[in-house]
């Protein structure tokens, strides 16, 4: 986990010490279980509880010396217990304990991503509805193409968002499974009804069947639609940096009187926010990469996944929850130039209403082709600067009133009814 781009309340969340409290918290449900069924005295779950200690620093003494970071868990925490001790991790294997609390940790981790991502959403909403009607040029290949509104623009973004929480609550349900079910998963050692049983009270859901720990695909599933989301902001922090390109200038991401662009040319406003979306999102799709190497195991298991989750989790939970924060503010600030945006739809002479040109030679009687090819060619004249605006090189062409093809009206009319999809959902 890199400092720069780990929100404090992930920093806390994949922490050592919470670690070990998830941990904790499942062979606490494990023995209150056990109780329930009658296995162990009543009233020793509480006593585990209560007489329990976690000391990190201990741990990971013990763990140099036994290279097991599970026995040394267990050595720690109970060394503090009295005959309770006994029925501490009755049963169970490491990946019991191991990845039921990393289902815990997914799940929590998740719950702050989509609380960030709503926040993110509402704002980028205001803003669709903020410039509704304003119009912007639309552009297909990097090249005008029709008008639209910026409005209809940063709805697209909403819609993206809208898809992506979506996925993300999809990926919390997926990874809300528990195992209980000891050492290759026949629950020899381990009655069936206490995985049921602990499930839910975490919470979660028992695996239909598992080895020793819970498929990996599940967790490859969720790494991958996390990279798959950063994917979408990138897509929305590329737009804005276009729009914000020198010769386009119809939006800028936020900058702060004090901030600086260039250690060398004082004149630079540069989209760095944006950017640091866009590298961070190819991060998180080499970690996907990553994800999906840990679903082919050997047998029952193997221990070749542990390693990679131990940084691919955290990190991807972190920098997706960083690159939302760093989305929102940056929407939140965004400088709007409308003036630039109405400029640049006319900066072609016109050229952007050709189709509308076209419809009307067309209901005037004249075949597509004919059509097409004579505003074709009377494009390619204000293209190559012989004429003005394609208004007037229309005029050599034919004497049909093309006034209202130039009007933006028709580019507005049914904005409302595409808003109205969004107030419905």
Not at 158 to 175: A, F, H, I, Q, T
Not at 257 to 285: C, F, Y
Request: negative net charge; contains cysteine; glycine residues 6%.
């Amino acid at each position: 986990m890199i400092e720069r781009y780990t929100p404090s309340c992930m920093k806390d969340l994949w922490s050592e010490e919470r670690k070990f409290e998830r941990w904790l918290e499942v062979e606490i449900a494990v023995m209150e279980s056990y109780e329930e069924i009658g296995v162990i005295p009543k009233g020793y779950s509480q006593l585990a509880r209560k007489h329990s200690r976690i000391d990190v620093e201990e741990i990971n003494q013990i763990e140099s010396n036994v290279n097991h970071d599970v026995i040394a868990f267990i050595k720690s925490v109970t060394s503090t217990m009295g005959d309770e001790a006994r029925y501490f991790h009755y049963g169970l294997t490491s990946s019991d304990v191991v990845d039921t609390a990393f289902s815990i940790a997914a799940v929590r981790a998740m719950d702050l991503i989509l609380s960030k991502m709503e926040e993110l959403m509402s704002s980028t909403l205001t803003l669709a509805k903020n410039y509704k009607y304003t119009p912007i040029i639309g552009r297909t290949h990097g090249v005008h193409a029709e008008p639209t509104t910026f409005g209809l623009k940063v709805l697209n973004w909403y819609y993206g968002l809208e898809r992506s929480k979506e996925r993300l609550e999809r990926e919390k349900e997926n990874v809300s499974i528990g195992k209980i079910s000891g050492a290759v998963g026949n629950y020899a050692n381990v009655p069936v009804e206490i995985e049921e049983m602990v499930c839910k009270k975490l919470k979660l859901k028992p695996a239909k069947i598992s080895t020793q720990i819970l498929p990996r695909d599940l967790h490859a599933g969720y790494i991958s639609s996390i990279a798959i989301v950063g994917g979408e902001l990138e897509r929305i922090s590329t737009e804005i940096r276009n729009l914000q390109r020198t010769e386009i200038r119809e939006v800028q991401e936020p900058f702060s009187s004090t901030q600086r662009g260039s250690s060398a040319m004082p004149h630079k406003k540069n989209p760095v926010k944006d950017e640091r979306i866009s590298g961070l999102s190819r991060v998180l799709r080499g970690y996907a990469i990553s994800a999906m190497e840990d679903i082919a195991l050997w047998h029952e298991r193997d221990i070749s996944h542990s390693s990679v989750e131990r940084i691919i989790f955290p990190d991807t939970t972190s920098t997706l929850y960083f690159m939302i924060d760093e989305l929102n503010k940056i929407i939140n600030g965004l400088k709007i130039e409308e003036k630039k945006m109405k400029e640049n739809i006319y900066m072609t002479g016109g050229l952007v209403f050709s189709e509308k040109v076209l419809l009307k030679l067309v209901n005037s009687g004249l075949s597509r082709e004919e059509a097409y090819r004579i505003v074709q060619n009377a494009s390619m004249k204000v293209w190559d600067g012989e004429e003005r605006s394609l208004k007037e090189a229309m005029k050599k062409y034919t004497d049909i009133d093309l006034e209202d093809a130039f009007s933006l009206d028709p580019y507005l009319k049914n904005v409302d009814k595409i808003f109205e999809r969004f107030e419905r959902s």
